[in-house]
């Protein structure tokens, strides 16, 4: 009798899945837009977005540690104007042709309860990593309302950055060296 009500336990922890322990997702490029603010001539706060970003999250709620890898094709930066995107691509500002990517990657999550709350982690851009400190509003996981078998995470992480600091200098100051990052998120488990 014991033997078949521990048998009896071990599938039921089993098909509940792991309460602790990483569980690995996959960011969904069709809900993860990576989108940037900066004023133009102190007069009007302009915005922009990248229309292609992929990468992996991995989450351990229990140990409260995670970590990330984003990556953005930075040749899909679309600021609603196909000249602008232009001028951006080029050599004066992303220079996609040498530097097609942008990546974030972190192993270091903080917590506020169960929750991550900010992530610090290294933003390499136009050739130069650095540091940078995102925080993380509106995280939540739980079961996908779309697809009834898939687990989900989705949170807004934000950060202030100075593009000057990743060599990206033209038009300061008359357009702002602060440049706002919002990314709105979707992973799906794996």
């Known amino acids: 009798m014991k033997a078949a009500h521990h048998a009896a336990v071990a599938l039921v922890v089993a098909l509940a899945g792991p309460a602790y322990g ?8 069709t809900h993860t837009f990576p989108n940037f603010e900066i004023m133009h001539g102190g007069y009007s706060l302009q915005r922009g977005s990248f229309l292609g970003a992929s990468g992996k999250v991995t989450l351990d709620r ?68 650095k540091p940078v400190k995102l925080s993380v509003t509106n995280f939540k996981c739980g079961q996908s309302p779309f697809a009834r078998d898939k687990q989900m995470c989705g949170a807004e992480i934000t950060a202030m950055i100075k593009r000057s600091e990743w060599g990206i200098t033209t038009g300061i100051p008359n357009i702002a060296d602060d440049v706002r990052i919002a990314i709105p998120i979707e992973a799906i488990r794996e």
């Open 62 to 129: 229990a140990a409260k540690k995670g970590s990330v890898s984003v990556t953005i094709d930075a040749a899909s930066v679309d600021s609603r104007m196909p000249a602008r995107d232009v001028h951006l691509r080029s050599e004066r500002f992303l220079d996609v042709a040498k530097y097609p990517t942008i990546t974030f990657k972190s192993s270091e999550f903080r917590f506020d309860g169960d929750n991550v709350s900010a992530v610090d982690g290294e933003l390499t851009m136009h050739g130069v990593t």
């Open 22 to 29: 990483e569980d690995v997702y996959v960011i969904d490029p």
